[in-house]
């Protein structure tokens, strides 16, 4: 860690953090698991998510009838 300063290093960790949730969503879409969603995104009332097949409201419903109805399908 010599020659690198303390904001640098906190910032490389929080890339690394960012880089870490993203591989988990991608593993979810992939994998039809909507584990890392639930781990990852806030749930909320009025939450919307918003993909190509339209708009579901709140995390339940993007992992219920987005992920699973995928999982279904294959």
């Known amino acids: 860690m010599s020659g690198v300063s303390s904001s640098a290093w906190g910032e490389s960790n929080e890339q690394q953090r960012i880089a870490r949730k993203i591989a988990a969503i991608e593993f979810g879409c992939e994998e039809v698991d909507g584990a890392p969603f639930r781990e990852h995104f806030l749930d909320f009332d009025g939450a919307k998510c918003f ?16 992920l699973q109805l995928k999982k279904e399908m294959l």
Do not use: A, T, Y
């Open 51 to 66: 993909e190509s097949g339209g708009q579901n409201i709140g995390l339940g419903d993007l992992v219920v009838n987005h």
